[in-house]
């Protein structure tokens, strides 16, 4: 077959002229088909899919599909199961958000104190005098008088934004800070003094006043917390010690409880918080009760009167 315009040989299936561009006529040719003689014709050049005829034809199609009931629509099933699959889905985590955040609000995510270790004696130290005061025995002369303080590295007070001075053998323990932003450090005494002391000094991040409604809420938490990381059991709140202390200028909430030990003994634990610019800011040290008046004498006392805010 040949283009009437150009006279270029054209293929038997041609139907314009790649030359020209002129339309070529199908002439005689004739296509062996298997489909039944009533069959309409597939168009054999794409063009041909956008006629008027094919258009009519789909706009058929389209009005009679949308007549038909929503079960008999192809397609329709799969997506109505989506549609409920991902509701379900969307209702699960937003139920599963708010139960979160009531559970933040009512104090369960709180930041966890650090675990502590404490040394706890086998028996009584041996004391050169002793003397009784209200109920607790007081044993004097048991613990080295420092001889000076020291004060803080720069970086753990840049970092907790306070100062404060330790008796000079005292031993300044790694700042930490935990992923949630608690900031921890322990000031603790030589190990050659066989005696249970340690101070430990706590900064928590500016959004712990969500779980913490009150500084006196702050100290219970850290006295169960530090109960839970001693294995120590039964305390017994002390009434006879004050429910606040001034320390750097600020008012702080006072805990004091008492916690059994062996040969009838007890570990004196003082738990301080208060609120400071934003930030809940904790102190928690102990002592054995037989030793304990000696040891705010000659150490926490000290320690405490030196601490100031410096943020």
């Known amino acids: 077959m040949t283009c009437t315009q150009c006279k270029l040989e054209l293929p038997v299936y041609a139907v314009v002229c790649p030359q020209c561009g002129a339309a070529v006529s199908s002439g005689t040719s004739t296509y062996y088909s298997y489909l039944p003689a009533d069959t309409p014709a597939w168009p054999r050049d794409p063009r041909e899919a956008s006629g008027p005829s094919l258009l009519v034809n789909n706009a058929a199609v389209q009005t009679a599909a949308a007549a038909l009931p929503v079960q008999a629509r192809p397609g329709a099933r799969p997506n109505r199961w989506l549609t ?23 104090g369960y995510f709180a930041p966890k104190a650090p675990v502590r270790s404490v040394r706890i004696p086998s028996q009584a130290p041996a004391a050169t005098a002793t003397a009784t005061a209200g109920t607790q025995n007081s044993t004097t002369n048991v613990l080295p ?16 934004g306070l100062t404060l001075s330790l008796p000079q053998d005292w031993v300044e323990g ?16 030589p190990q050659s003094l066989s005696v249970p002391l340690s101070l430990l000094i706590v900064q928590f991040p500016s959004d712990a006043n969500q779980a ?24 017994q709140a002390l009434t006879n010690t004050p429910q606040t202390r001034t320390v750097g200028g600020q008012d702080w909430s006072e805990d004091d409880v008492s916690f059994p030990l062996n040969n009838n003994q007890s570990l004196h634990l003082v738990t301080l918080s208060v609120m400071y610019k934003q930030h809940y800011y904790s102190l928690q040290f102990y002592a054995s009760n037989d030793v304990f008046d000696e040891a705010m004498q000659k150490y926490y006392n000290p320690m405490l009167d030196s601490l100031h805010f410096t943020a």
């Open 84 to 106: 409920a699959i991902a509701v379900l889905l969307l209702s699960c985590l937003l139920g599963a958000g708010f139960t979160v955040g009531l559970l933040w609000v009512h």
């Open 212 to 235: 913490f409604p009150s500084a006196h809420d702050l100290d219970q938490f850290l006295i169960q917390n530090f109960a839970q990381a001693t294995s120590l059991s039964n305390p």
């Open 145 to 160: 008088t420092p001889s000076s303080f020291k004060p803080l590295s720069n970086a753990s007070s840049q970092s907790l």
């Open 174 to 189: 790694q700042l930490n800070t935990s992923t949630s932003g608690v900031k921890t450090l322990t000031l603790d005494p």
